[in-house]
């Protein structure tokens, strides 16, 4: 069980364009989930915390407007990052809390900005 | 500043032996700890979970949880070369679901 698929798991994409990943708990329902950045060589660095109905929350130094989240479903969130740079080529991941205390973490999307 | 600190290593032992990686965390209140293994390029996988103090064993790993003196360890009693990996620690932020995680620990078990 706890299993978190993402998709795509690798993108290459020009600069100026717009990316989305989904996040999915495939056998549990997660009324959070957590996007992270990874560079190379560095720890998971949290962005935001989506929330099922509501609006995410961005950790300091999170630009809203540029990376969009949606959590329309219990199982589904989505990260957009629009207008993609160079800059942003990293290493995305998601994670689904289960119950309480417990998150788990999807495959990853490796992001590659031209 | 909630923090979560690890020594980056690599820390590296040969087959069979003792292997123990540490991690302190800034917060007093925290309850909630966990150790993800992340293999290079890939996303992070949960191996073990502690929420009270003392040791937790789950086959070859041992979670060890010190609320005192704010640290938690993870110990390999019989090092494989299967567990060479980046070891990340988490910490669950009191009152929230949010983790702060630390740089992560590299070990590498030499055959």
């Known amino acids: 069980g706890a299993v978190v698929s993402q998709h795509p798991s690798w993108v290459i994409c020009k600069s100026g364009t717009s990316v989305k990943i989904e996040c999915r708990s495939l056998d549990f329902q997660a009324t959070t989930m957590f996007w992270y950045r990874q560079f190379p060589k560095q720890s998971l660095m949290l962005m935001a915390t989506s929330n099922e109905g509501s609006k995410a929350t961005y950790e300091q130094g999170v630009e809203k407007d540029k990376f969009l989240i949606n959590h329309a479903s219990l199982t589904l969130s989505t990260l957009t990052v629009t207008s993609a740079h160079p800059e942003d080529s990293s290493f995305y991941i998601c994670?689904?809390?289960?119950?309480?205390?417990?998150?788990?973490f999807g495959p990853g999307t490796r992001l590659l900005v031209l | 500043q909630k923090e979560v600190e690890q020594n980056s290593g690599p820390l590296s032992v040969p087959e069979g032996a003792i292997a123990s990686l540490n991690c302190t965390y800034s917060?007093?209140?925290?309850?909630?700890f966990f150790w993800y293994r992340q293999y290079s390029g890939k996303s992070p996988e949960l191996i073990m979970s502690?929420?009270?103090?003392g040791d937790k064993e789950d086959g070859r790993f041992t979670a060890q949880l010190n609320i005192a003196s704010q640290y938690v360890s993870l110990l390999f009693s019989d090092s494989q070369p299967s567990v060479s990996a980046t070891y990340l620690c988490?910490?669950?932020?009191?009152?929230?679901?949010?983790?702060?995680f630390g740089t992560g620990t590299r070990l590498k078990v030499l055959a």
């Open positions: 502690i929420y009270s103090n």
């Open positions: 917060d007093r209140g925290s309850q909630s």
């Open positions: 988490a910490v669950k932020f009191p009152g929230t679901y949010k983790y702060i």
């Open positions: 994670s689904a809390r289960e119950g309480e205390e417990t998150q788990y």
